[in-house]
């Protein structure tokens, strides 16, 4: 069988990645093609921890990584949510295909209490993501919850406000968040790759992260 | 048999006991995972005897076995002198030798016993005394004289000693029994003003525990810990676990979350640990294969950990009701039980979509300036006085993001119901 020679898109990957023979990780599809193109293996990886910076709650950043969550509970594993700004919805999640018996919801009361929950979350090995709200975290911390997924081999994603784009972070991915300008006629979330280790910053996409409705047809 | 005595010099010092008494008990409790036959004698030096004959091979032979017993005694931190003989007199007259502490048959025993000194000898003073008159200085003469003349001139007693030393006679011992509970505690000599402090005593504590239950084959859900105050009533520190076990470091783990958080009314003087219900071992330790039961035992260790610091409510999952009131639609579930509960999201598919995140409280806001959806009439509840009659529709805010909103049909003012996130 004759193999394909290499996509220009491969290539590129390959001479970003620094070596032709360097393996990249199996990364968890995030189940938007355009995203998983520019993700260094292709996907969210294990190990790591992704910043998200969203400009606001409710425009699609959660949405982003329900496909992800799915595939993993799907899988057996358990997925943490630390400390979010909301109640998460058990009839919503069920109907995006979330098993809610996989859903961990633990509720703290300090920010402290919140760190040391995403760290012992992010070191079980059961526990294959943690989605986790800190209201203000310093890099050192950041650095502490990179080591603890590198450990438990999850993934580990924290809600961060869109101030924090300003300072530097060790996490592995930063993605900035935003609605588009005019969100009535095209209607998907904007993300901004400001830092991926392994792989190019400074992507700009759009994915269609949550439901959409037109003014005009009503559903 | 095989006898085992350990000489623990400085039980009683060492074991911050309030008696004797309560620390060899505390040491037979620990000592009954090794053998099934434990006896022990109180007076000075406190001697703690097992029988190896029978549990040896469980444990790969007696040098592995005694590997085993010393380093759990190191580990606990007792001075102890172990010695192996085939009696149990001789097993505790070797533990006063410098060195050649083990001998396995009665042929080696009686030559090892032959160079010893006679004051080693458990006999009443006046006997040793008139032996050494006699001129006798080793074991081994003693042993030579001829058992008649012994016995005429030191009555019977002397003689069964000899051949109880010898293993040629029965010696029946009271076989120590396992209490039903487990009380343990200790006293300091000083006051203790920092949990953290107790952290090194409860250490031990648990370690003799986690004997206890292995020697009982069993495993808890939950114990607890009693702090004991000067002129002040104790502290008990209840610690419970999602799934049965005996392991004292995950004990020490979900203690030490505990104790981080409480505040001590008074310095500690001393500290208890009581267990009173037990249950079988969780077969999950022992299985080999299933990837899926060792998954659950780690969650439950994340579990009882996240449980013992934040408290445990605070640790939840989730799971639909049947309600049309999206308020309503949902409980809280211990994630213990939905773990083996499994939900079918079937039952969801005939609701119109919801959003992912739900407002806790109901926010009342203005009017919104768009709405891209709606309305959806949700009319429930009038059997039970929270009546609502709303109109749901989703509405877009400056910001961009996608509010689920309802206008209540009672006053016509608006709330924020949840968040499309």
Redesign the interface.
Known sequence: MKTLPPTLEQLAQLCRNGAWNREVKPALPSGFAELDANLPGGGWNYGAIAELMS?????????LL?PALSSLARA???IAWIA??????????????L???????????TLQ?SL??TE??LR????GAVLSWPTCIIDKNVRRLQLAAEAGDSLGFLYRPPEAALEPSPAALRLRL???SD??ACDGLIIEIQKSRGGRAGVRLQCAT??T???RT?? | MLWLCIRLPLLAREAFAANAEDAIERLAAWAYQWSSLVSYRLNDPPLLWLELGASQHLFGGHTALLAGIEAGLTQLGYSHVCALAPSPRAAALLTQVERQRCVFTRAELRIRLDPLPLSLLDLPEETRDALQSAGLRRIGQVLALPAASLARRFGPETNLYLRRLLGEANDPRPAWQLPATYRARCEFGCELRDTTALLFPLQRLLLEFQGYLRGRDCAVLRFTLKLEHYRHPPSDVAIGLCAPAREAAQFLQLARERLHNIVLPAPVRGLGLEALEFTAPSILQADFFGS?AQ??Q??Q???D??RA??GAD????????ADYR?ER????AP?AQ??????N?A???Y?P????????DLQRIAPPA????GPERIESGWWDRTDVARDYF?A??E?????WVFRDLADGAWYLQ????
Do not use: K
């Open positions: 400009d606001a709650i409710g425009i699609g950043e959660l949405g329900i057996g594993r358990y979010p700004p909301y109640l998460p919805y058990a009839p919503a999640l069920a109907q995006r295909s098993p809610l018996n996989r859903m961990l919801l633990i509720r703290t009361n209490q040391w929950a012992q979350a079980c090995p059961a526990v935003h609605a588009p969100d009535i949550r439901l409705w037109n003014a009503g559903h | 899926d998954q659950l780690q969650l260790l994340l579990l950990r996240l610091r934040l605070q640790v939840q999952s989730l799971q639909p009701q999206p639609a949902w409980r809280f994630p939905s773990i083996l509960a499994s939900t999201a039952d969801q598919e609701l979509q919801r959003p992912c995140f739900l407002a806790a768009q709405l891209l959806s989703v877009r805010a910001n961009g993001a996608r509010l949840g968040l499309w996130t």
